[in-house]
Protein backbone atom coordinates (compact mmCIF):
# COMPACT_ATOMS: atom_id res chain seq x y z
CA UNK A 1 0.00 0.00 0.00
CA UNK A 2 2.89 2.14 1.24
CA UNK A 3 4.75 1.78 -2.45
CA UNK A 4 0.89 2.07 -4.52
CA UNK A 5 0.64 6.02 -2.57
CA UNK A 6 4.25 6.85 -3.34
CA UNK A 7 4.02 5.40 -6.90
CA UNK A 8 0.85 8.08 -7.28
CA UNK A 9 2.75 10.89 -5.44
CA UNK A 10 5.50 10.93 -7.94
CA UNK A 11 3.61 10.41 -10.93
CA UNK A 12 1.20 13.89 -10.14
CA UNK A 13 4.50 15.64 -9.47
CA UNK A 14 6.28 14.78 -12.75
CA UNK A 15 2.73 15.45 -14.26
CA UNK A 16 2.69 18.71 -12.74
CA UNK A 17 6.09 19.85 -13.42
CA UNK A 18 6.31 19.38 -17.30
CA UNK A 19 6.11 21.55 -20.46
CA UNK A 20 3.68 21.47 -22.98
CA UNK A 21 4.92 22.15 -26.53
CA UNK A 22 3.24 22.84 -29.61
CA UNK A 23 5.08 23.19 -33.10
CA UNK A 24 4.48 24.58 -36.42
CA UNK A 25 6.93 24.93 -39.00
CA UNK A 26 6.67 25.92 -42.65
CA UNK A 27 6.63 22.27 -44.89
CA UNK A 28 8.28 23.73 -47.89
CA UNK A 29 11.52 24.86 -46.16
CA UNK A 30 14.77 23.04 -46.32
CA UNK A 31 15.85 23.02 -42.70
CA UNK A 32 19.18 21.39 -43.51
CA UNK A 33 20.53 24.81 -44.95
CA UNK A 34 20.48 26.57 -42.19
CA UNK A 35 24.01 26.63 -40.07
CA UNK A 36 24.11 29.70 -37.97
CA UNK A 37 21.62 31.83 -36.34
CA UNK A 38 21.49 35.28 -34.23
CA UNK A 39 19.09 37.08 -32.27
CA UNK A 40 16.52 40.11 -32.68
CA UNK A 41 18.64 42.39 -31.42
CA UNK A 42 15.00 44.70 -30.68
CA UNK A 43 13.99 41.41 -29.07
CA UNK A 44 11.87 42.10 -26.05
CA UNK A 45 11.64 38.63 -24.25
CA UNK A 46 9.00 39.69 -21.30
CA UNK A 47 11.32 38.08 -19.28
CA UNK A 48 13.55 39.85 -16.09
CA UNK A 49 17.35 40.32 -17.55
CA UNK A 50 18.81 37.35 -15.39
CA UNK A 51 16.08 34.58 -16.93
CA UNK A 52 16.74 35.91 -20.33
CA UNK A 53 20.42 34.96 -20.10
CA UNK A 54 19.83 31.63 -18.44
CA UNK A 55 17.18 30.88 -21.45
CA UNK A 56 19.91 32.15 -23.95
CA UNK A 57 22.66 30.21 -22.70
CA UNK A 58 20.65 27.20 -22.39
CA UNK A 59 19.40 27.77 -26.04
CA UNK A 60 23.13 28.68 -27.11
CA UNK A 61 24.20 25.35 -25.59
CA UNK A 62 21.50 23.49 -27.15
CA UNK A 63 21.68 24.73 -30.51
CA UNK A 64 25.82 24.59 -30.26
CA UNK A 65 24.93 20.69 -30.06
CA UNK A 66 22.65 20.58 -32.41
CA UNK A 67 25.37 21.81 -34.96
CA UNK A 68 24.69 25.40 -35.06
CA UNK A 69 27.05 28.09 -34.97
CA UNK A 70 26.12 32.03 -33.28
CA UNK A 71 27.35 34.90 -36.23
CA UNK A 72 26.80 38.15 -36.84
CA UNK A 73 25.44 37.68 -40.30
CA UNK A 74 23.08 34.52 -39.41
CA UNK A 75 21.41 32.26 -41.75
CA UNK A 76 18.21 33.11 -38.94
CA UNK A 77 17.08 35.53 -36.36
CA UNK A 78 15.46 34.05 -33.18
CA UNK A 79 12.90 35.49 -31.40
CA UNK A 80 11.69 34.67 -27.88
CA UNK A 81 8.68 36.30 -26.22
CA UNK A 82 7.11 34.76 -22.57
CA UNK A 83 4.47 35.51 -20.96
CA UNK A 84 3.35 34.45 -17.41
CA UNK A 85 -0.31 33.99 -16.23
CA UNK A 86 -2.51 32.48 -14.31
CA UNK A 87 -4.09 29.44 -14.82
CA UNK A 88 -7.27 28.44 -13.46
CA UNK A 89 -6.63 24.71 -11.77
CA UNK A 90 -8.03 21.54 -13.40
CA UNK A 91 -8.68 20.00 -10.48
CA UNK A 92 -13.03 20.24 -9.80
CA UNK A 93 -14.83 18.16 -7.17
CA UNK A 94 -18.76 17.43 -8.57
CA UNK A 95 -21.16 17.21 -6.57
CA UNK A 96 -24.72 16.18 -7.55
CA UNK A 97 -28.06 15.48 -6.26
CA UNK A 98 -30.46 13.26 -8.33
CA UNK A 99 -33.23 11.17 -8.24
CA UNK A 100 -35.98 9.64 -10.48
CA UNK A 101 -39.07 7.25 -9.86
CA UNK A 102 -40.34 4.65 -12.44
CA UNK A 103 -38.27 6.24 -15.56
CA UNK A 104 -38.58 9.89 -14.80
CA UNK A 105 -35.29 11.48 -13.64
CA UNK A 106 -33.31 14.22 -13.10
CA UNK A 107 -30.75 15.93 -11.40
CA UNK A 108 -29.05 18.89 -10.51
CA UNK A 109 -24.43 19.08 -10.20
CA UNK A 110 -22.27 21.39 -9.86
CA UNK A 111 -17.96 21.18 -10.25
CA UNK A 112 -16.34 23.40 -6.88
CA UNK A 113 -12.99 23.87 -8.51
CA UNK A 114 -10.08 23.09 -6.04
CA UNK A 115 -7.36 25.00 -5.19
CA UNK A 116 -6.25 28.41 -6.45
CA UNK A 117 -5.21 29.61 -10.27
CA UNK A 118 -1.45 27.98 -11.13
CA UNK A 119 0.91 30.47 -12.64
CA UNK A 120 2.38 29.68 -16.22
CA UNK A 121 4.82 30.99 -18.72
CA UNK A 122 4.23 31.00 -22.03
CA UNK A 123 7.69 30.71 -24.01
CA UNK A 124 7.66 31.97 -27.72
CA UNK A 125 10.02 30.77 -29.97
CA UNK A 126 10.24 31.79 -33.98
CA UNK A 127 12.63 30.81 -36.10
CA UNK A 128 12.94 33.57 -39.06
CA UNK A 129 14.89 33.06 -42.19
CA UNK A 130 17.47 36.40 -42.58
CA UNK A 131 17.19 36.63 -46.63
CA UNK A 132 13.95 35.92 -46.87
CA UNK A 133 12.32 37.70 -43.77
CA UNK A 134 10.23 34.81 -43.31
CA UNK A 135 8.69 32.89 -39.75
CA UNK A 136 10.15 28.94 -40.42
CA UNK A 137 9.77 27.63 -37.38
CA UNK A 138 7.65 28.30 -33.93
CA UNK A 139 7.75 26.68 -30.75
CA UNK A 140 5.02 27.78 -28.11
CA UNK A 141 5.29 25.97 -24.80
CA UNK A 142 3.44 26.36 -21.48
CA UNK A 143 5.10 25.19 -18.07
CA UNK A 144 4.22 26.08 -14.53
CA UNK A 145 5.81 29.04 -12.81
CA UNK A 146 7.34 29.94 -9.81
CA UNK A 147 8.05 33.60 -8.77
CA UNK A 148 9.98 32.09 -5.58
CA UNK A 149 12.46 29.48 -7.41
CA UNK A 150 16.23 30.05 -6.77
CA UNK A 151 18.71 31.17 -9.72
CA UNK A 152 19.65 27.13 -9.79
CA UNK A 153 15.96 26.38 -10.08
CA UNK A 154 15.07 28.63 -12.59
CA UNK A 155 18.11 27.49 -15.07
CA UNK A 156 17.23 24.20 -14.34
CA UNK A 157 13.79 24.70 -15.28
CA UNK A 158 14.51 27.05 -18.34
CA UNK A 159 17.10 24.22 -19.67
CA UNK A 160 14.25 21.46 -19.74
CA UNK A 161 11.63 23.90 -21.50
CA UNK A 162 14.55 24.04 -23.98
CA UNK A 163 15.59 20.26 -24.22
CA UNK A 164 11.80 19.61 -24.72
CA UNK A 165 11.64 22.81 -27.08
CA UNK A 166 14.11 21.37 -29.52
CA UNK A 167 13.95 17.68 -29.11
CA UNK A 168 11.30 18.24 -32.28
CA UNK A 169 13.97 20.73 -34.00
CA UNK A 170 14.96 20.21 -36.88
CA UNK A 171 10.93 19.05 -38.10
CA UNK A 172 11.17 15.54 -40.12
Not at 19 to 37: G, I, K, L
Not at 78 to 92: E, L
Request: proline fraction near 4%; hydrophobic fraction near 40%; include cysteine.
Amino acid sequence: MRILFFSVVLLVLISCGSARVNYDYDDQTDFTSYATYNYFGDMETGLSELDEKRLMDAMDATLGEKGFMFAEEPDMFINIKSTVFKAQAANNVGVGLGGGNRGIGGGVSIGIPVGGPKMTRELKIDFVDSNKDMLIWQAVSESPFREGDTPQEKSEKLQAVVDKIFSKYPPE
